[in-house]
């Protein structure tokens, strides 16, 4: 049987300190989740900066 769930990936596209939007994000990520039917994923901009950092330092 085929996976029908729709997968919607929310990005936290700011790296400004003290973001109010992180809070937000955390709360519609929770509200999706918690559909039938419906995947989602936080995508945090700053954890990704922060991998890519440590690989450039290499």
């Known amino acids: 049987m085929l996976d029908s769930s729709l997968f ?3 990005i936290l596209g700011t790296a400004r300190q003290r973001r109010q939007s992180e809070y937000v994000a955390k709360i519609i990520v929770k509200q999706v989740a918690a559909r ?3 995947e989602t994923e936080l995508i ?3 954890k ?3 991998a890519s950092q440590s690989r450039e330092k290499r």
């Open 8 to 10: 919607i990936p929310l």
């Open 36 to 38: 039938n039917g419906l």
């Open 44 to 46: 945090d901009i700053i």
């Open 48 to 50: 990704m900066a922060i």
